[in-house]
């Protein structure tokens, strides 16, 4: 079990991370509300610092739907 001091610095960092990128969870929980079906594709596209660039992209299927209502279910 995680002690206090140790969630605090959690919450301090995740505060941090949330205010350098305050578009990005209004984002996810506007897709995880509207978009996210059997059959959607979510693709990710990551830009190194040297231009090389990564793609990669997942079909969710219904597993993977059951799966994120157990974390929805654990928050």
Do not use: C
């Not at 969870?25 to 990564?54: C, H, L, N, W």
């Amino acid at each position: 079990m995680m002690d206090f001091s140790a969630i605090m610095k959690m919450k301090g960092a995740w505060d941090t991370f949330t205010g350098n990128h305050p578009k990005l969870m209004p984002f996810m929980q506007a897709v995880g509300r509207e978009a996210i079906g059997d059959g959607t594709i979510i693709e990710v596209k990551v830009t190194s610092p040297d231009g090389r660039e990564y793609n990669t992209n997942m079909k969710i299927t219904q597993s993977d739907l059951d799966l994120f209502m157990q974390f929805r279910g654990m928050s």
